[in-house]
């Protein structure tokens, strides 16, 4: 069967289907004024070349939306880092290598994302030195521009300093002993005497013993100076080398004690390690006489004392453990209270009733045994036995 709806019709007779269909459209659909044709209707003009030969090209489909239901794409896959041996470097002759750097072959190095800190750091903190360095070096410059001439030896830098701080020294003892011969009665006399004698040798007598004196004070006092300063100079060397063994051993205490008490965390040992820093005076500090015997050392030696750091971390490290204990214990309570609520609580299948003892009747039972169930009643005729021939062992 065709629909005479959409079908074409062959010969030219109208079917009265699609006669009905017409009249229907244009009197209830409001179609008025088309009528149904098997063939669209011509226009008695002549087509024109252009619109009839123009083919219709379908328009290009629009992209499509993206939906706020729609997968996000995937992400394309991270390059594989290519293997490689630590990156070496020598310092002062000696070969070394790092292991967050990788060296590929002759093609350079390749850093893995988790080591980019470390370049960072690096870079950060040779910013950091280059600025110190040029700021220490434009002082040391300026000391070096330094000179001072004693005699015929010129002195630059810090020698030139060290050798006018000891010409210094010099002048004032010289001149210091010149004013107290000045004030001194017998030689102002006896070279006055000199003098009214205009004996040239008695003059010199008289001076000679004085300059010979101011002299002697004059190179005391330079020698005196410049041995200071060069105890000075190892003093400091020699407390900066104390300073730096210190510290590199206070940090080795901070590490011996994190490994032997692991309950301390991270910010402990920082802790630690900030408040202490002020108090390395005492944990540094001279041994005195009874620890020197005891120790086979010289007394004043510096020794290390760390007990004030261990009472501190051991009190620290129990809290922690008090502390991990009860969280431990409150976390195994939640998860057993949890297990037995989610468990619900079954009955075993084949479960037993309770039996009450030999001699004694459930409440409501009629003999001994009665359970209320078929099995007890059958049992009970069994042996011959009614219900009411308990009754008078009851009473």
Known sequence: MTNPAVETIADSTPDPDVSFLADFEA??????GESFSTEPERSSAPESDATASDPVVPAPPEPKADVAGDPAPKPTDEPAIPEGTPFPYTVNGQQKTVDWALKIG???A????QHIGKLQDLIQRDEWQREQNQALYAKTQQYEALTHKVGDNEYTGLEAFRQLQAEKAMLDASGG???AALADPDFVTNLALAYQSGEQAQVQQVLSGVLQQVKFAGERAQFDTLRTIAEQVQTAARQQETTHA???????????????LPALTPDDLREMHDYFGNLKGQIFRQATLQEAQQLGVKPGSIIRDPTMMNQWAQSRAAIRSQNAEAVAAANKAAQENAARQAKPVVPAKN????????????PGAMF???????AAWKKRLEVGKWAHDDAGSDT
């Open 351 to 362: 479960a037993k009733r309770p039996v009450p003892p030999k001699g004694e009747k459930k």
């Open 27 to 32: 009197n209830v659909m409001g179609k008025e």
């Open 246 to 260: 210190q510290t590199t051993e206070y940090q080795g205490l901070i590490a011996q004690i994190g490994k032997a």
């Open 177 to 179: 002993r010149v004013m």
């Open 106 to 108: 002759e093609e350079g």
């Open 110 to 113: 390749v850093i893995p994302p």
């Open 368 to 374: 001994e045994g009665d359970d209320g169930t078929y």
